[in-house]
């Protein structure tokens, strides 16, 4: 056999074998079989030094143009190979992104405390109020004595309050937001004032130090008891029910004058009578009262010229006559098992 038929039978033979190659290592074999040190092509070459000037120029004509037929022909393999092999992982790394998951998570809820507190707040801001905020540690100024309550009023003893020095409280109530208000927002305005407030008392079924509140605070030209009756029953109701019914109960705040209890029908027994509303057929869910003159005067606005009405709600109350919640401290204690009913 001539070289030349040698070199043609290496080539026919290397491309046969390339074509049925099925993985990346038999492709480097077969490189190595033809290219390696003691590859086939390579042991012709070698002998190409012994050859006569013309058989050489043929041979190595025909050896340069095996070769590169070759190489090309090994590279496109691996190019499809590499391609193959790729896809192969893709297909075995693939995620069904549809199917159903294996853990169940647990899923949160909104808590009780927040649901009322939402109702509550989105029942009067759809009857015009807006939001107004005032700090947890308030001065004694704005908790008391702007409040009608100088230091030596005797109902300062009504509230236990946390002293954090002679000036400065934890507020007893979301009050002294009303002077906040008096003295930064331009009347006519109706405003809620949300937020937790404290006193010193013992935890048990219907005392926590820490509560939560939502004050109304209404100041217009010409507002009568009238006003704040229908107000606080249009809002009693919007929480509550159409069929509640609601009275007014005097009472006694120092920062209003008059002042009233709201009482709705018991939401229990209806108005008949029962355990929760002891018999009397009404449940009290509210303070409420026409802001004493002095306050406005305090705050620099003239008591002949305007009227503020003022009501007070706990968010806690509300949310124990709205669930059923006989104590209190289920309303704190973020147990889940609680949580999870509502
Ligand atoms: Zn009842």
Known sequence: MSVLDSLEEIREQALAELKSSKSLEELDQLRVSVFGKNGNLTSILRTMGKMDPQERAAVGKEANRVKQALESALNERKEILLRAAQQAKFELERVDVTAPGRHTLPTGRIHPMTQTYREIRDALVGMGFSLFGGPEIELDENNFTLLNLPPDHPARDMQDTFYINENVVLRTHTSPCEIRALKSVKPPFRLIMPGRVFRVDEVDASHSPVFMQIEGFIVDKGLTLGDLKGTLDTFVRAVFGD?????????????????????????????????VCKGTGWIEILGCGITNPHELENCGLDPKEWTALAFGVGVDRVASLKYGISDIRLEYENDARFLRQF
């Open 243 to 275: 069929e509640v019914r609601t009275r007014l109960r005097p009472s006694y705040f120092p920062f209003t004058e008059p002042s009233a209890e709201m009482d709705m029908s018991c939401t229990i027994c209806g108005g008949k009578g029962c355990r």
